[in-house]
């Protein structure tokens, strides 16, 4: 071999070498996912990703996903995420797009550090284990959603209210229907997206994760229109096609600018806004000295004529207050004609409103209690009769009360299977008209305040529509 010859072949196996040892420099640097969300509706998800260790000269991030499956299977769609050139340490943000899902999928994630971009990067195998994975949720949340109680014709939000104080409330839950999983949610709420417009002062929503109490106050001085939406959304950012609204910016009407009616004893009181606006209405009222006694019980009685107040009927009317037949169902031994109630109890008894304690007794004097209260209104939303009044629109009893799945539901410890209370206290705390007095006690043998009554009666009165 010439001295020539063997030069040039040196020269080959020194740069191949050196080519060599370049090559060996180029190496996948540590990649990870380091925060991906539990939950992603079945549009995008943020997967932050970060990798170290990385060796020159460029080198390409590219994310990988698949559809969880019993046996694994190769991971389907990559994303180029990002060129790393030189050595540095790099991290970042990649909205990824999801391709088509299903409500429930579980998605799988995968980071992987290449010399070329998807187009020329084999997949991982199906042997890889993921290092992020996400549920889809996309289904949106359901509920109702209220407007203060009227018993005008007007079309839904578009009424005046009474008063210039007023709650709008209204329930949701991403988690409906125990047995059509496919209208179920997963990710559980998020945020009620409150809008308003309008020169009128809205109080904090405070942190309700389910039930939102939303109280205005329209200040004396407003003028022009004004309108109130919410368009509840879930962890994972699924919301309803349109947001519910009251009032589409109608303008200012007579009376809403009013002060509501008070009384000497209400102010600061947890039932202020319900107790004045259902007196505004002339559905309840105080006592002789100016005081509504918000914290004192309520009897049977009372009760009685309240709800039947709410009912339309007016001790005026013809007929009312006309002993029931001897012996009939409705004739109480413990209820005479000369007792001022007599003809509300008889009225409450006959519509199916009330019933009596046994043994031919009513106990007009007794006080009712919690379990009392949502009986009554279990009993006005399954009467067959047909009501009159507030009880005659499109509100809470009327409407979502005793939907097959209630909206929301507790574990109560004191509220026993077979109670002549059990149903009814489901359904009152299913649609929101009833609060616990603890997370697991509803107290139902509890005496009810005038307060607590008001409060329920204003939102088993607020007419309804659906969420979404």
């Given at each position: 071999m010439s001295k020539k010859i063997f030069t040039v072949l040196l020269l080959v196996v020194f740069m191949l070498a050196q080519f060599s040892i370049a090559s060996a420099l180029v190496v996948a640097g540590d990649a990870s996912i380091t925060a991906?969300?539990?939950?992603?509706?079945?549009?995008?998800?943020?997967?932050?990703?970060?990798?170290?260790?990385?060796?020159?000269?460029?080198?390409?991030?590219?994310?990988?996903?698949?559809?969880?499956?019993?046996v694994p299977v190769a991971y389907s769609t990559c994303y180029d995420v990002a060129t790393i050139i030189g050595t540095s340490d790099a991290s970042g943000t990649f909205t990824y797009t999801l391709p088509v899902v299903l409500n429930g999928d579980v998605v799988e994630f995968l980071i992987t550090v290449e010399s070329t971009n998807c187009a020329g990067a084999v997949a991982p195998l199906a042997a890889e284990v993921p290092m992020g994975e996400t549920t889809v949720d996309s289904a949106a949340m359901v509920g109702l959603f209220s407007i203060p109680p009227y018993d005008g014709v007007a079309a839904f939000g578009s009424q005046p209210v009474a008063c210039n104080n007023f709650e709008l409330w209204a329930l949701a839950t991403d988690n409906w229907s125990p047995i059509v999983p496919a209208g179920t949610g997963y990710s559980g709420f998020g945020a009620w997206n409150p809008l308003v417009t309008g020169t009128f002062v809205p109080a904090p929503i405070g942190a309700n994760s389910s039930l939102l109490s939303w109280n205005f106050s329209i200040p004396s001085t407003a003028t022009g229109a004004w309108s109130m939406s919410v368009n509840p959304e879930d962890a994972s950012g699924n919301m309803g096609v349109a947001a519910a609204s009251f009032r589409t910016a109608l303008a200012i009407a007579v009376g809403e600018t009013d002060e509501c009616v008070t009384f000497s004893d209400i102010s600061g009181s947890d039932y202020e806004t319900y107790v004045r606006y259902l007196a505004t209405l002339g559905l309840i009222s105080g006592f002789a000295d100016g005081?509504?006694?918000?914290?004192?019980?309520?009897?049977?009685?009372?009760?009685?004529?309240?709800?039947?107040?709410?009912?339309?009927?007016?001790?005026?009317?013809?007929?009312?207050?006309?002993?029931?037949?001897?012996?009939?169902?409705?004739?109480?031994?413990?209820?005479?004609?000369?007792?001022?109630?007599?003809?509300?109890?008889?009225?409450?008894?006959?519509?199916?409103?009330?019933?009596?304690?046994?043994?031919?007794?009513?106990?007009?004097?007794?006080?009712?209690?919690?379990?009392?209260?949502?009986?009554?209104?279990?009993n006005v939303a399954l009467s067959a009769v047909v009501p009159g009044g507030f009880l005659a629109t499109a509100n809470v009893m009327q409407g979502p009360w005793g939907t097959p799945f209630p909206y929301r539901t507790a574990a109560w410890?004191?509220?026993?299977?077979?109670?002549?209370?059990?149903?009814?206290?489901?359904?009152a705390y299913g649609v929101g008209?009833?609060?616990?007095?603890s997370a697991t006690t509803f107290s139902p043998d509890q005496a009810a305040t005038r307060g607590e009554f008001a409060m329920m009666l204003y939102r088993a009165l607020s007419q309804v529509a659906p969420l979404p």
């Open positions: 991906i969300p539990d939950f992603a509706n079945a549009v995008d998800v943020d997967v932050d990703w970060a990798v170290t260790g990385m060796a020159g000269p460029s080198q390409n991030i590219l994310i990988w996903s698949r559809i969880q499956n019993a005081t509504f006694g918000p914290d004192t019980n309520l009897s049977r009685a009372e009760a009685s004529t309240l709800i039947e107040i709410s009912n339309g009927v007016s001790d005026t009317d013809p007929g009312f207050g006309t002993p029931p037949a001897a012996g009939s169902a409705c004739d109480f031994s413990d209820v005479s004609a000369t007792d001022w109630f007599a003809g509300w109890v008889w009225q409450a008894c006959d519509d199916g409103y009330m019933n009596g304690v046994g043994g031919g007794l009513f106990d007009p004097n007794n006080l009712l209690t919690r379990g009392q209260i949502v009986t009554i209104m279990n410890t004191d509220v026993s299977v077979g109670a002549f209370y059990a149903i009814p206290v489901v359904n008209v009833a609060e616990g007095t």
